[in-house]
């Protein structure tokens, strides 16, 4: 009994198939939250000089 749960744990820790898809599924998330924080920042410095220049006129 014990030898067959030290040989399933051991095989749960050396199988790496899933990996590279964690590894891209971390990588989307971390693009999309960059992405967002700098459309969020473009569009309100955008909005800033858009209304300074209404203000202007």
Same mark, same amino acid.
């Given at each position: 009994?014990? &030898?067959?749960?030290?040989? !399933?744990?051991?095989?749960?820790?050396?199988d %790496? !198939?899933?990996?590279?898809l %964690?590894?891209?599924? /971390? #990588?989307?998330? %971390? @693009? $999309? $939250? %960059?992405g967002? =924080?700098? /459309?969020? =920042?473009? #569009?309100? #410095? @955008?909005? &800033?000089?858009? !209304?300074?220049?209404?203000?202007?006129?």
């Amino acid at each position: 009994m014990r &030898n067959t749960i030290k040989s !399933s744990m051991l095989r749960f820790w050396t199988d %790496v !198939s899933g990996a590279t898809l %964690v590894e891209y599924g /971390i #990588a989307l998330l %971390v @693009v $999309v $939250v %960059v992405g967002s =924080a700098t /459309i969020g =920042a473009l #569009a309100t #410095a @955008v909005g &800033n000089e858009i !209304s300074e220049t209404t203000d202007a006129f």
